[in-house]
């Protein structure tokens, strides 16, 4: 195995570089996109497998859980691979299947190099200050309109005239949000589990910050999720009774902030039910979409039109057209499903 310190400097690279990856050089070969954190990964990925082989140790973890999970993804691949047979965009799908290799290359990395609790920790630590950087710069962005050159906003900036929207270092507001909502778990248990009232206040104050970017983002089902993990800690019975203070001025916190909005989420309630009710707007366009992609399944006698190939399959079916112009499945449950098919689908 890697020496600690080597092996904490290459988690914190690799977590740098998943979200910083643009920053560097990027090398196009045909469909695939060479960048920093694929050559990374892939060169750790090849000296730990060599490892591995020469100690004729294959197994990752003692955890029969773990060893499952990767023999899954492994599965996974195989089955995008003999998919390629049948998808009607090769390319697209070549493209889907090198992405899984690669996220199955970064578990397997992980998995290897973080094999004590030192490590683990330092990593937290550094995701968590990652988080909070993040989280100021969207800030900044809604109040000043500074934004990096990833972002959908430079990029195509007669979409958000007079609109204001982060987006940090991802191409638009959703993605962002969804990431927001994937870290805010850090700053709910900081606040119960962290000594000291200032080091409370301060995570009550990012994780109101985090509500803040995504309601400003109009990201309604990441403004649910957030809502259903305050909802999750009522069922945790520790951390009412050890943290009962913090619960309050969390709630509080979270309670202020949902009545300023108010107004915002009643228009966005009624939105949505103007729109299914018209069978017009974003709404009802994820909903057609959701109907397209049951339909694709069912075409494919349940085995999935291919990796990458739902907005290919849109694109035959709609003769060009898509769903008011959209190709994009815009869920990426119902993505998974139609690309993968039930056998890939059930087994997540």
Known sequence: MMRRSYAIMVMIAIAFLSLFDFLFVRIQMG??????????????????????????????????????VLLFFIIWILYGVLQLTW???KISAVKQVYYLCLFFTLVYVMLVTIDSMDIFVRLNQFIYGIGVWLIIFGIIELNFGI???TSRIVIEPEIYHNVKRATAVFYNENDFSFYLVLISPMFLLNTFYKKGLCSKLLNILFFVMICYIVMANDSKFCMIALVVQIGA??????????????????GGGCTLLITFQWSYLQSA????????????GSTAIRKELLFKGLELLKNSYFLGVGPGNFEENIHKITSGRGIDGIFNAHNWWMELLANYGLIVFCHM
């Open 31 to 68: 469909p695939l996109t060479i960048t920093a954190l694929r050559v990374i990964l892939l060169g750790l990925f090849l000296t730990l497998l060599v490892k591995q082989i020469r100690a004729k140790k294959m197994l990752i973890s003692n955890s029969t859980y773990i060893n499952c």
């Open 87 to 89: 998808a009607t965009d």
């Open 147 to 149: 934004h990096f050159p």
């Open 233 to 250: 800690l009522l069922f945790r019975r520790d951390i009412i009774k050890k943290a009962k203070y913090p619960f309050i001025l969390l």
């Open 269 to 280: 309630y009624e939105l949505i039910k103007y729109q299914l009710s018209i069978g017009s």
